[in-house]
Nanobody, 121 residues
Framework: QVQLVESGGGSVQAGGSLRLSCVNS?????MAWFRQTPGKEREGVAA???????LYGDSVKGRFTISKDNAKNTLYLQMNSLKPEDTAMYYC??????????????????WGQGTQVTVSS
């Protein structure tokens, strides 16, 4: 059974940085970060598979970096140059697809509980 536990959210001023972490258990081929705000559709932020392929949402390219520490079974999302529009609940997810096109890990079978990120102007 795969379990995902996020941490690292918080409040920061615009231009600041945060690093999210997602500790995972079990074998996972592809992992991704999503975000969602009330009344809006869930948005793919970044994805990373075991082959090292990555995918980023257009709104975060050049500012966010996804990475993984296999020894710690932890997925990271380094978020720099944060903007108020980055405010959302961020979720870690695991899937069996590949990061390609609009697909952030394809069919997603596992989700974390989410961690809130708030960016003030």
């Amino acid at each position: 059974q795969v379990q995902l536990v996020e941490s690292g959210g918080g409040s920061v001023q615009a231009g600041g940085s945060l690093r999210l972490s997602c500790v995972n258990s079990g074998y996972i081929y592809c992992m991704a970060w999503f975000r969602q705000t009330p009344g809006k559709e869930r948005e793919g932020v970044a994805a990373l598979d075991t082959s090292g392929r990555t995918l980023y949402g257009d709104s975060v390219k050049g500012r966010f970096t996804i990475s993984k520490d296999n020894a710690k079974n932890t997925l990271y999302l380094q978020m720099n140059s944060l903007k108020p529009e980055d405010t959302a609940m961020y979720y870690c997810a695991a899937g069996s697809g590949i990061p390609y096109g609009n697909s952030f890990c394809g069919s997603l079978g596992y989700w974390g509980q989410g961690t809130q990120v708030t960016v003030s102007s």
